[in-house]
């Protein structure tokens, strides 16, 4: 991992008892767009902004939301290609505890071991952690679960949780509009509404992604057709 | 001789209504010398999963009591705070089995548990994991071939506990009684969903 000076770890401890690097690597979250997720009572729902550099970017090309199981998706905020990485790296997993015990590897068992993932690039040397937080939609025996997973690999269940850019308008949003009953499609409709909140512009199928998955336990995203129905109802 | 005949065995499981059984002879020998006549086979995963292992003996103790397999089971009880459902220890087993593909155990395990809504499954694999899931009994050891015969002739389906233990015990004795590196009683669990019975056979001590 390159020469003796930079062997030691970039995350030391502060004299304040913080890891610097890791408050770092979270204000380049809080930078990323703005992307959240709903629990209802018989789904998961998570969105995200689409906002492209240029109206030149093929938006078509461009996929945030991924499939980590066919029964697990995941979506992120901060940096593009950090989130690429850990979503191969999940994916390896999973399979890994497929081929081993022949069962699909549970939500919670796939955030515990990409968690550790994150965790120790804050504890190797010669590494930077990474610079996304994010959100973990599935659809297992225990029912629906949203988890939130940080660059410190610490990791949370939530009922309704938003990141990035716009968190604190949103989760004051969310936190009204949410009710324990909620069933997928009203948590669809109050994820776009919960986007409109903070967003630049005019909300549209081109520049925001949603993906669902209920209870037939198959994740997917949403076409750019399906979410301007969603749109149709909202207004 | 065989390596896999070094010791002798004979394990057998079977299927009943909502309950199985798993039986295994009693000796260790080390060829014809007989030097234990209350040699355990068979553990317990969990409530509702036992496995037997058949084959040399000190590969059965590393498999199942000392190494691998309760120790697997025990990290993953804490990791998911649940029990392994059977079709997934006999993934388990199978996968842990390949890994020695050139070098491998010499044992070939026997596993019978209740699944989901107790539905009873059993399984055998040959000592490289290549697994054989039945409905009715599964067999292995030295005195198979006599253990095959004896079970087709006595098994019905949907044996009841009391009945199922008859049967297995009658097939496992006059099995043993036809091999003679196997033998010097036997060993029977009984499990139904809310019990497991226990008992030890006596049989012809030689």
Redesign the interface.
Known sequence: MGDSQYSFSLTTFSPSGKLVQIEHALTAVGSGQTSLGIKASNGVVIATEKKLPSILVDEASVQKIQNLTPNIGVVYSGMGPDFRVLVRKSRKQAEQYL?????PI?V??LV?ETATVIQEFTQSGGVRPFGVSLLVAGYDDKGPQLYQVDPSGSYFSWKASAMGKNVSNAKTFLEKRYTEDMELDDAIHTAILTLKEGFEGEVSSKNIEIGKIGADKVFRVLTPAEIDDYLAEVE | MSIFQYNGSAVVAMVGKNCFAIASDRRLGVQLQTIATDFQRISKIHDHLFIGLSGLATDVQTLEGYQRLVFRHKLYQL??ERDM?P??FA??VS?ILYEKRFGPYLCQPVIAGLGEDDKPFICTMDSIGAKELAKDFVVSGTASESLYGASEAMYKPDMEADELFETISQALLSSVDRDCLSGWGGHVYVVTPNEIKERILKGRMD
């Open positions: 081929r081993l015990y022949k069962e549970p919670t068992q515990r | 990791r998911e459902k079709e997934t993934s388990l996968a």
